[in-house]
């Protein structure tokens, strides 16, 4: 799916309005998509407040009081009564609104007098038309309803954040627990700065201009099911184990086998025709009683000394590899000497960074940091979306696919696009997640899928895989290992 920026939005609503619907029905069906999630969701509630401002977001929040009441809710309606410029449509919905006696229009200042039981507060302050930060007014209303404990909805967009940009300041930023969008994911809501303020996200199709769509130009994507169904290669029948390539994974180190072992399982659960495991001695008896299936090189005693070249294999190496003198010489030797695309993970990417010898990355390659190994490879931003920016340059200079690890991750390639993964849960933030990632990656690599394909499909299937585990085991309880339990069913559920 693609992200647009407020302007292409606007401009997209334009197109569809060019196209036939007029813009006040446009309203009507994003304010009945609006009413319908909200009947099936929210069946138990009495009463909505419903916070409108003067632009076409108000208009949306308008016609939902009207359907909501025409629904059989209570609803109450708040403005700002001393200052009413609506925009056209917001106007001809204030005026629908105002037909109706049974709804009660409220100023802003009423917000404390209202009876809040069973109550749900509906934002339709401000959209994607917001371009600068909010007046105090609006600051002190946000706050006080931000302090409410009764459930929060925001049409379109939280108000006080921008579709795609960080704010200067977080303190005035309507706080949701679900944010009913239209269309399209924003770039915001993938942010961690700026993502927690839109609690569960609904992206609500309300059939935008597809010629406009598809081909409007953006380097940035949301990574979604249809996508990955298109990428998705189901196994051939006539096929043996040299038909799902051969994945060679290089890590452990005393005491953190376990991490390279995790990268084996996965890469053997994701499909790998032959899979070997490149590690120290000591970890041999481990890994080859836990994963029989992987076959052992074993490549120093307690760490990784050196590091074998084999032909047609694909190399995913870093988990549990350790820094010591003997592993970077070994690594570096294996750079200098071995051209084609891999996987470079953990301390193989901090052990890069030490060095800053970042030339030595095989063109295609994949690398994987979380923030602070990013950091340590190329330096400071000053927030996410700059982050994001240096690896779009990074991407594009090394030649190399950047997987920067995060709630949402984003697969970064080497012609700056961006793909941002929406599958995978905050039970994802343990010691091992990373490991079952590269697992994953060289294991789709090794199996010939196109390397930006892989990568995509790669994160999608790691967080999927995720969310069941959490389903079944608890967020906090699910393990690692819990989730490379579940790749099976998410190809399950694919074929
Ligand atoms: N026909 C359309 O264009 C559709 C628009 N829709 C809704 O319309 C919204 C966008 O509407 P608008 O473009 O009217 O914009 P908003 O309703 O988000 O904002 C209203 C206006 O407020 C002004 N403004 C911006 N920042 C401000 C600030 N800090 N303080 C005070 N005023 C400020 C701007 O001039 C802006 O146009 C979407 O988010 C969505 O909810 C939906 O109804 C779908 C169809
Ligand atoms: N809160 C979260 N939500 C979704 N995914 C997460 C979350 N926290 C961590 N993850 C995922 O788990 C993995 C953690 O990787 P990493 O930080 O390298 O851990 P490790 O130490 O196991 O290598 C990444 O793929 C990341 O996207
Ligand atoms: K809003």
């Known amino acids: 799916m693609k992200i647009l920026t407020a302007d292409q939005i606007k401009k997209c609503d334009s197109a569809t309005i060019e196209n036939g619907i007029s813009s006040i029905n446009l309203m009507e069906k994003a304010a009945n998509a609006c ?24 208009g949306d929040g308008l016609a939902i009081a009207r359907l909501l009441y025409e ?16 925009s056209a449509d917001a106007e001809i919905n204030f005026k629908r609104l105002k037909l109706i006696k049974g709804i009660d229009i409220n100023n802003f200042s009423d917000v404390l007098i209202v009876n809040n039981e ?39 967009i939280p108000t006080g954040l921008y579709a795609d940009k960080i704010n200067e300041e977080e303190s005035a930023i309507f706080k949701a627990d679900f944010t009913l969008t239209f269309q399209f994911y924003k770039r915001s809501f993938l942010h961690p700065e700026t993502g927690k303020f839109c609690g569960k996200i609904e992206v609500l199709d309300i059939d935008l201009n597809s010629k406009f769509i598809d081909e409007v ?7 979604d099911g ?53 590690a120290p001695e000591c970890g041999n008896l481990i890994l080859q009683s836990q994963v029989p299936e992987a076959m052992f090189i074993g490549v120093g005693e307690k760490y990784v000394d050196d590091i074998e070249v084999q032909e047609k294999a694909v190399y995913g190496i870093g988990p549990g590899l ?12 294996f750079l200098k000497s071995y051209q084609n695309p891999m996987i470079l993970d953990a301390d193989a990417l901090n052990i890069l960074a030490e060095s800053q010898n970042l030339n030595l990355i095989p063109k295609n390659s994949v690398i994987t940091p979380h923030p602070l190994e990013f ?32 709630h949402h991750t984003a697969v970064i390639t080497p012609e700056r696009k961006v793909y941002y993964n929406i599958t995978g849960n905050s039970g994802m933030a343990k010691g091992g997640s990373g490991d079952v990632l590269t697992g994953i990656l060289t294991s789709l690599i090794s199996q010939k899928y196109d390397i930006e394909k892989a990568c995509l499909f790669g994160v999608w299937l ?24 579940k790749i099976g069913e998410v190809f399950q559920n694919l074929s």
């Open 71 to 86: 629904k059989g809710f209570d609803v109450e309606v708040f403005i700002e009564k001393n200052q009413m410029k609506f």
């Open 35 to 58: 009413v319908d999630w909200i009947q099936v969701n929210f069946k138990q509630a009495k009463r909505f407040l419903i916070f409108c401002g003067q632009g076409n977001n108000g």
């Open 226 to 278: 249809s996508l990955i169904r298109k990428i998705y290669k189901p196994r051939e029948d006539f096929s043996n184990k040299g038909s799902f390539g051969k994945s060679i994974l290089i890590g452990g180190s005393y005491g953190k086998i376990g991490a390279v072992l995790m990268s084996t399982l996965s890469a053997l659960r994701t499909g790998s025709g032959l899979t070997f495991t490149m």
């Open 322 to 333: 350790g820094k010591e003198k003997q592993t970077q010489k070994a690594l570096f030797d």
């Open 217 to 223: 130009k953006t380097d940035y994507f949301v990574i």
């Open 462 to 485: 790691h967080g999927k895989a995720g969310d069941l585990a959490a389903a079944e085991f608890s967020e906090e309880s699910m393990l690692p290992t819990d989730l490379i339990n």
């Open 375 to 406: 950091e340590r490879l190329f330096g400071k931003t000053q927030n996410s979306f700059d982050r994001i920016e240096l690896a779009k340059e990074k991407a594009e200079e090394l030649q190399i696919f950047i997987v920067l690890k995060d």
């Open 118 to 156: 069973k109550s749900v507060i509906v934002d339709a302050l401000f959209g994607y038309g917001l371009n600068r930060e909010l007046s105090n007014d609006f600051k002190n209303l946000i706050e006080k309803l931000n302090q409410i404990p009764v459930p929060k909805i925001s049409i379109d």
